[in-house]
């Protein structure tokens, strides 16, 4: 998703990356940002918590009218249809990340 928006163009592939991972784990509850985690990314939960937000809001604000192609094929189980995983509420969002 953030590959057609021109907002993420800024943002280091690692640190989007990192970002990604921790939403994931984040929405899964599979746990947070773990001190290997944070070794071999080199980013800290804290750094990466800006970036979190903005994600989790795309997912949650994305027009549904564009890019239907993406959405249709992450739709499918092949890839686990993750197009399909309702995005975490902002304010549990905000709740899960500082409490970590």
Excluded: I
Excluded at 50 to 57: A, C, D, E, G, R
Excluded at 70 to 80: D, E, N, Q, T
């Amino acid at each position: 998703m953030t590959l057609q928006e021109y907002d993420y163009a800024r943002e280091s592939p690692s640190k989007l990356a990192a970002s990604c991972l921790l939403l994931a784990l984040t929405m899964k509850n599979l746990g947070g940002w773990t001190p290997t985690l944070e070794y071999y990314s080199g980013y800290s939960a804290q750094d990466l918590h800006p970036l979190v937000k903005k994600l989790n809001f795309l997912l949650t604000y994305q027009p549904r009218d564009k890019l239907n192609a993406v959405r249709s094929k992450y739709s499918h189980r092949v890839f686990f249809e993750v197009a399909k995983v309702t995005p975490m509420d902002m304010l549990k969002l905000e709740e899960t990340l500082t409490s970590s």
